[in-house]
Every structure is written in structure tokens, then in C-alpha cells.
């Protein structure tokens, strides 16, 4: 199988980039910057923003799957991007190409920012109602409809993977975990709200994992990406602070509660364990001990996004 992989030097896609090569030697990589994965992979540089870069792309690579995880994701940004309106558009040009030269499955991440999240319950793919959040999720769940409708009258099997909440080697330094790990390997105080919110953590080489066996295989629909396995804010906080042997800086209600922020996400991973057969996905204190441990050699300092 050719698999093309796309945003292949981002968070995910280098992880996920280094999950294909269990399921194909026919890899093809496409990014703005080489990606830093190992492996045996063509890369193709590519801005799929431009006009023509996605036609282009699909007639020289000529993939069996595409497997799609370019966007806009800048930390803090994404949410009320414009330029996530651009990524739809891109899509649908990915999309339509791909089509025209006979890719039999296509798969795209989405995001749990899709679901109306129970307060109690966890997100079923089958049952939890959609709703609307930010400029971000609302245009992934267009997309997802527009690729639906367009991948079943085309006859191309079509996967919509919903990621959860990641974290893991190469983080962005101000996202939650390394924010958190940085302060703690620099001995400085790591300072977080009262953690109240419960979430669906999962590490970023597992999701990445999912993604590849998700591509590979022939599930269609929308799948939870994620572990199943809620954990507090503060319950993460208080684990690293045992992991760097300084609970004393970990100071929760340092910062205020976000206000409206969902007391509860929280996936149903019965997809993708049963019928796309992945569940190996490591416990939340190993990854955070890894994570923890990949700043600490650096001091707590470095800048990776």
C-alpha cells in the first residue's frame, strides 16, 4: 500500500510518520520543513495552501491511502484561526484529487471539540450530539460532512479520526504537560489552576499509532482517538511533581479557573479498540514520566513546536 502522509513534520505527524513504517515501505511524507522522523519515507515538500500543490502532489505520488493531518495548529491561535477556513478549502482540493486518480481510502483528524459534551457520560461516536465551539472544531465538522457525502458517492472509504488530548516528546513548550514538566525540571514553580476539569490524555507516539492502524485498515466513520481513561488537571500536576521529587512547587489555584470550561471530556474508545483492534496505549504515569524526563535533559528549557 502507498500511503501519502500530510502535516508529516508536525506534533503528530512525525510520531505517526514513524508508526506507518510497521504497516508499508511505500511511505510518501509531504510538509513545509523536512520532518524530523527516522525511517525510510520520501519527502515532498509541499505548502498544500498553494493553488495546484495538492493536484500536483497526488499525480506524482499516486497514493493508495491518504492519510490527512495538515492544518493550522498554532498553540493558542487555532481556535479562532481564519486561515482554518483556508485548510477547508485545501481538503477539498486534497479530496477531490485524490478521487480523480483513484485513491481507494482517505483518512482526516478531527477533534473531541466536535462533540456536546455530557457532563457525566463519555463521547460515543455513534450517539453524543455535535455541536458547534470555536471557528476550529465548527469547520472540521463541516469538512467531516463534506467529505462524507463526497467520499460515498465516489465509492472511497472514508475514516474521521476525533483526537482527544495529547501530550509527549516534542510538545509545544506552553501547552499543559511541558508547561508543567519545564517548570518542574527547572526547579522553578509550576503553577496551574485548581485542575477540576477531567480530560482524555493520550501520548502523542500512541495517537500516532492509532492514526497508522486507522489508515491501514478499513473502519469507516467517525473513531475516538484517545484512551478511554479520564484524569484530572490537578491529578497530572500532582503526578509530575512526584515524577521531579518536588511536589512542593506544584501549586494548583495559582492560576483561575477557565470560566465555561466543560467540567468533563471524556472518550468511548469501543472503535477503536474492537474494530480497529487498538489498545496498547501506554499508562498516563509512564508517558508522564517520559515527558517529564525529555525536558529534565533539557534543563527545562528549549523551544520545540
Given at each position: 500500500?502507498?500511503?501519502?502522509?500530510?502535516?508529516?513534520?508536525?506534533?503528530?505527524?512525525?510520531?505517526?510518520?514513524?508508526?506507518?513504517?510497521?504497516?508499508?515501505?511505500?511511505?510518501h511524507?509531504?510538509?513545509?520543513?523536512?520532518?524530523?522522523?527516522?525511517?525510510?519515507?520520501?519527502?515532498?515538500?509541499?505548502?498544500?495552501?498553494?493553488?495546484?500543490?495538492a493536484?500536483?502532489?497526488?499525480?506524482?505520488?499516486?497514493?493508495?491511502?491518504?492519510?490527512?493531518?495538515?492544518?493550522?495548529?498554532?498553540?493558542?491561535?487555532?481556535?479562532?484561526?481564519?486561515?482554518?477556513?483556508?485548510?477547508?478549502?485545501?481538503?477539498?482540493?486534497?479530496?477531490?484529487?485524490?478521487?480523480?486518480?483513484?485513491?481507494?481510502?482517505?483518512?482526516?483528524?478531527?477533534?473531541?471539540?466536535e462533540?456536546?459534551?455530557?457532563?457525566?457520560g463519555?463521547?460515543?461516536?455513534?450517539?453524543?450530539?455535535?455541536?458547534?465551539?470555536?471557528?476550529?472544531?465548527?469547520?472540521?465538522?463541516?469538512?467531516?460532512?463534506?467529505?462524507?457525502?463526497f467520499?460515498?458517492?465516489?465509492?472511497?472509504?472514508?475514516?474521521?479520526?476525533?483526537?482527544?488530548?495529547?501530550?509527549?516528546?516534542?510538545?509545544?513548550?506552553?501547552?499543559?504537560?511541558?508547561?508543567?514538566?519545564?517548570a518542574?525540571?527547572?526547579?522553578?514553580?509550576?503553577?496551574?489552576?485548581?485542575?477540576l476539569?477531567?480530560?482524555?490524555?493520550?501520548?502523542?507516539?500512541?495517537?500516532?499509532?492509532a492514526?497508522?492502524?486507522?489508515?491501514?485498515?478499513?473502519?469507516?466513520?467517525?473513531?475516538?482517538?484517545?484512551?478511554?481513561?479520564?484524569?484530572?488537571?490537578?491529578?497530572?500536576?500532582?503526578?509530575?511533581?512526584?515524577?521531579?521529587?518536588?511536589?512542593?512547587?506544584?501549586?494548583?489555584?495559582?492560576?483561575?479557573?477557565?470560566?465555561?470550561?466543560?467540567?468533563?471530556?471524556?472518550?468511548?474508545?469501543?472503535?477503536?479498540?474492537?474494530?480497529?483492534?487498538?489498545?496498547?496505549?501506554?499508562?498516563?504515569?509512564?508517558?508522564?514520566?517520559?515527558?517529564?524526563?525529555?525536558?529534565?535533559?533539557?534543563?527545562?528549557?528549549?523551544?520545540?513546536?
Amino acid at each position: 500500500m502507498r500511503i501519502l502522509l500530510t502535516g508529516a513534520s508536525g506534533f503528530v505527524g512525525q510520531h505517526t510518520l514513524a508508526a506507518l513504517s510497521a504497516y508499508s515501505d511505500d511511505i510518501h511524507a509531504v510538509s513545509r520543513r523536512h520532518p524530523s522522523a527516522r525511517g525510510r519515507y520520501r519527502w515532498h515538500e509541499a505548502d498544500l495552501l498553494s493553488e495546484g500543490a495538492a493536484d500536483q502532489l497526488i499525480a506524482e505520488v499516486k497514493p493508495d491511502c491518504v492519510l490527512h493531518l495538515a492544518w493550522c495548529v498554532e498553540h493558542g491561535k487555532f481556535w479562532t484561526d481564519p486561515v482554518n477556513l483556508d485548510w477547508v478549502s485545501a481538503t477539498l482540493r486534497l479530496a477531490r484529487a485524490s478521487v480523480e486518480s483513484g485513491v481507494s481510502r482517505f483518512v482526516a483528524t478531527g477533534t473531541c471539540y466536535e462533540y456536546n459534551w455530557p457532563d457525566a457520560g463519555d463521547c460515543d461516536e455513534h450517539t453524543t450530539p455535535l455541536s458547534p465551539h470555536f471557528l476550529y472544531d465548527t469547520s472540521k465538522n463541516c469538512l467531516r460532512g463534506l467529505l462524507d457525502s463526497f467520499f460515498a458517492q465516489s465509492g472511497v472509504s472514508f475514516a474521521w479520526a476525533r483526537l482527544f488530548f495529547l501530550y509527549g516528546p516534542d510538545e509545544a513548550p506552553t501547552r499543559l504537560v511541558s508547561s508543567l514538566a519545564r517548570a518542574l525540571a527547572a526547579g522553578v514553580p509550576a503553577d496551574c489552576s485548581r485542575g477540576l476539569a477531567v480530560r482524555d490524555f493520550m501520548d502523542v507516539r500512541d495517537v500516532g499509532r492509532a492514526l497508522a492502524a486507522l489508515a491501514t485498515g478499513d473502519l469507516a466513520g467517525p473513531v475516538n482517538i484517545a484512551t478511554g481513561r479520564g484524569v484530572s488537571i490537578a491529578d497530572i500536576a500532582r503526578m509530575l511533581g512526584r515524577l521531579a521529587e518536588r511536589e512542593d512547587l506544584v501549586r494548583l489555584g495559582a492560576l483561575p479557573d477557565r470560566i465555561g470550561e466543560p467540567p468533563r471530556i471524556v472518550a468511548k474508545v469501543d472503535r477503536l479498540e474492537r474494530e480497529v483492534g487498538f489498545n496498547a496505549a501506554r499508562p498516563i504515569e509512564q508517558g508522564l514520566a517520559e515527558s517529564f524526563a525529555y525536558w529534565n535533559r533539557r534543563g527545562g528549557r528549549g523551544v520545540s513546536a
